[in-house]
């Protein structure tokens, strides 16, 4: 480990941070501190999570040619924060070099790493954003790269604001970009408060129609285990090909999820189901769950089945309710449309907006980039 580095008193108002490198051997053995911190953490718990990350690294990072660089953040000897970051160079639009500084868990503009949602600093919310302002401290001291992206953020506003108050002086040219948004279900008060919430229609395709369903056949819901697995993945993949042309995960990106979900077993934190209708597998909901929170990583069902039913919108429903039925509060469809409805949006009582923060630095990107916007004023999002 590399010595700890001072940071300036008036970022940290609760009391002086420090900053301390972390080795790949020191992250990779700190898990028990890291879940500790992420339990205790305002951000996200599952993209931030320490099996998460280190299972994007283990399956990405040879892909991106970067280096881990995970900065550790204390007080004392406390661990207050964590900023798990990487260093990569790379070239934009094959014509820009870059010496990108990025958070481990995306490779933004880059197609082929698993995208993860929700990035940020970890942190209470009482240390947040003075661990955001002491990571920004930091890397603006750092003379070796001149882009930092901060991707699929919901506090992008925040990081451009830490940045232009560390940032002093010219050459430098902060863009906030790729937005979306994430939908998000209120389960709090149960599933049945839930449900008096939506829309009829809504209510009649993710509740009703179950009786309809049944007159098609025996119905059987069954929760995948460690022996299922394989066979969840490929009936995933199976029924995503009928619907949109291409399987779900094939090559790092199966191995990536396969590798997660054994992990997640172990934790009871997987929520994969199969549903069975005449004793086939027509849907499968791929599902995990982390600190009362539920997220819809994926889903696929058989889009030739029958035109009376929504087999997605009914499996969903199935696993909403035993997500409330467990305590479970929050039921997160994250971002991406649906194919021919919004229907996230017609299940959510609750949105965020998300967007990617690229801040360039040094005598050429800036002048390059505002030239670029500038030229583009009236299209969006700019396009790499």
Known sequence: MRPAEKLPDAIAPRGPLSVRHWSMAEWFARQAQWDELVQRACTDALFLSWDWLTNW?????????????????YRGE??????????????????LVTR??????????????????????????????????ACVAHLVAQPDWNELVIAFTGTGTE??????????????????????????????????????ELRQSTRRSLWNLRRRLGT????RLEAVGRAQLD????????????????????????????????????????????????GKVVSVLYDVCKKARQYNIKMAFDPNFSTQVSLGLIHLGYAMELAAGEGVARYDFLAGPGRSSDFKRLLS????????????????????????????????????
């Open 57 to 73: 690294w283990r399956v990405f990072g040879d892909m991106v040619g970067g280096n881990a660089d995970v900065l550790a953040f």
């Open 78 to 95: 406390q661990l207050v924060g964590i900023a798990p970051l990487y260093h990569r160079r790379l070239r934009r639009n094959g014509v």
């Open 100 to 133: 990108s500084v990025q958070m481990i868990g995306i490779a933004w503009r880059d197609a082929g790493p698993l995208i993860s949602e929700y990035l940020d600093v970890i942190a209470t919310s009482e240390d947040l954003a003075a661990v955001r302002e």
């Open 159 to 196: 990081w451009g604001e830490a940045y232009t108050q560390q940032a002093r002086g010219g050459g430098r040219y902060v863009r906030e970009l790729d937005r979306s948004v994430t939908y998000q279900a209120d389960l709090s008060q149960g599933f049945a408060a839930y449900l008096k």
């Open 216 to 219: 098609a056949g025996s119905v």
């Open 231 to 278: 066979g969840a993945f490929a009936d995933l993949n199976r029924l995503h090909l009928l619907r949109w042309n291409k399987p779900a995960f094939v090559g790092k990106r199966l191995e990536f999820h396969r590798a997660l979900a054994e992990r997640l077993i172990e934790t009871a934190d997987l929520k994969m189901s199969r549903l069975w209708v005449n």
């Open 349 to 384: 009582q609750q949105r965020y907006e998300l967007s990617c923060v690229q801040i360039v630095r040094g005598p050429v990107l800036p002048t390059l980039y505002r030239w670029r916007d500038h030229m583009r004023r009236f299209d969006s999002p700019p396009v790499e």
